[in-house]
């Protein structure tokens, strides 16, 4: 174990609880053909001594991992779409009710939340750092920026558009290492009664699946109702309600408003209580946690080799980023896994980072069907399975790895 990190939140000491080694950025699809190196960092996490909070303990330069090429496009799950047209359903029937509203989201990428606020005409801006999904966003009709959310954006946003209703973040709060910034910014763009809303992959459901997956790269934060609520307070923020979320194998949506704007649901109580009942956030659980991944590795590396010397083929589904880390982690290359289908054509063509598995267009799939599917997207399970019915009916199966790891 390492010296003990500073914290990016209130600067306490970071106390590693995993080091999962060298790993590649979790979104460099390469060509095949690419000469250059691979760039590799110290995958490790831990938790704050002083404010509990669960991070990475080494940060990755931004403009490495959100760029023209980031390959990752929102709209790639039917789930998805109908969760944030959803989401956009709910802030134009609460928040944006107001003479003119408006509506700020940070990390809107392809913009399948903001189009539904677009197509209603209500006033909004998206905040995409990575160009070409923010491309794709504009071609929607969406307005965006192609920016990092950060404090002197959030001041140019409000000398051109003025003061924001909600300030909506998916999946991209936890990405940003940068918190103060990111709360000035909020702070200066949002209306005395506005909402910063974010929603994120929840520590709570990490731990109860062991899905180590989501440790990698773009997530620098582990969120906890109880972590978010003293960063609120930090921050002059207060923690007005928590929602669970079944997306992304379980997340939390956090509404925060400035202190003493609005009365905290009864939900925020419930929830800390119940992360105090089950120590969600002490060292304990944690190296819990530790302990079943490395049980996860052993048991899926020694499944794959078994399926090897049985002579049987295994396909990869889904190029998610998340597998980044059980790739590399646990040492999965084109030996024991032949390639992976992807719908996304900015990744199809391409190797996935570090153990360079070829990525292959989902027709490839049943060219002939593998004998077994190692689903690395576990998160769309329904979704994947129902129009991949016909793989099963054919005899095939499918591996899957959390919580425990099982052959369906
Ligand atoms: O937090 C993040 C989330 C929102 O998205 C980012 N840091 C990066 C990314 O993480 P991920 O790549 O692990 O996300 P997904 O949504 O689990 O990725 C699913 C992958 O599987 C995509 O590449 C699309 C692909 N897919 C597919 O081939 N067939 C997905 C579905 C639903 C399908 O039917
Ligand atoms: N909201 C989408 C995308 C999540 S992927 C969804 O839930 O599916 C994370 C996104 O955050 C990427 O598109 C990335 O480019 C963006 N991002 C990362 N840092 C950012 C920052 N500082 N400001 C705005 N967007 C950022
Ligand atoms: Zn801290």
Same mark, same amino acid.
């Given at each position: 174990m390492s010296h003990p990190g500073v914290c990016r939140m209130c600067a306490g000491s970071v106390r590693e609880f995993f080091d999962f080694g060298r790993q590649p950025l979790s979104d460099a699809f390469r060509e095949p053909d690419d000469p250059r190196a691979e760039f590799f960092y110290r995958l490790a996490v831990g938790r704050c001594e002083t404010c509990t909070m669960v991070q990475l303990l080494e940060e990755v330069p931004r403009e490495r991992m959100f760029h023209q090429d980031y390959p990752y496009l929102s709209s790639g799950s039917t789930v998805m779409r109908a969760h944030f047209e959803g989401v956009a359903e709910r802030f134009l029937s609460t928040e944006l009710t107001g003479p003119d509203p408006f509506i700020v989201e940070v990390g809107c990428n392809d913009g399948v939340m903001l189009e539904s606020i677009a197509k209603a005409g209500v006033r909004h801006l998206g905040v995409e750092p990575s160009g070409g999904t923010a491309d794709l966003a504009a071609a929607k009709g969406v307005q965006v920026r192609k920016v990092f959310f950060e404090e002197a954006t959030a001041l140019d946003i409000l000398r051109d558009h003025g003061r924001a209703d909600v300030i909506y973040m998916a999946n991209t709060f936890c990405h940003i290492p940068y918190v103060e910034s990111v709360f000035r910014g909020v702070s200066a763009l949002l209306?005395? $009664? $506005?909402v910063f809303v974010f929603e994120d992959p929840y520590l709570g459901d990490i731990v109860e699946r062991v899905s180590f997956d989501q440790i990698y790269d773009e997530h620098f934060y582990y969120f906890t109702a109880l972590s978010v609520r003293r960063m609120a307070h930090r921050f $002059?923020?207060?923690?007005v309600d928590v929602e669970p979320l079944p997306t992304h194998g379980g997340e939390i949506r956090y509404t925060l408003t400035r202190a003493g704007a609005r009365t905290p649901s009864p939900a925020v109580d419930r929830l800390l209580e119940r992360e105090r009942e089950t120590g969600l956030a002490e060292p304990e659980t944690l190296l819990r946690l530790a302990a079943g991944v490395e049980r996860i590795r052993d048991e899926l590396t020694g499944l794959l080799r078994g399926l090897r010397e049985q002579g049987k083929r295994v396909v990869g589904y889904g190029a998610t980023a998340k597998s980044a880390t059980v790739t590399n982690y646990c040492g999965i290359g084109p030996d024991l896994v032949e390639f992976v289908c992807d719908t996304s054509p900015t990744k199809q063509g391409r190797l996935t980072p570090g153990a360079h598995l070829p990525v292959r267009p989902p027709e490839a799939f049943a060219a002939p069907y593998p004998d077994y599917a190692l689903l690395f997207a576990w998160n769309h399970a329904d979704e994947i399975m129902a129009k991949e019915r016909a793989f099963r009916e054919a005899g095939g199966k499918w591996i899957l790895y959390v919580p425990e790891v099982r052959v369906l």
């Open positions: 209306t005395d $009664g $506005g $002059g923020f207060e923690l």
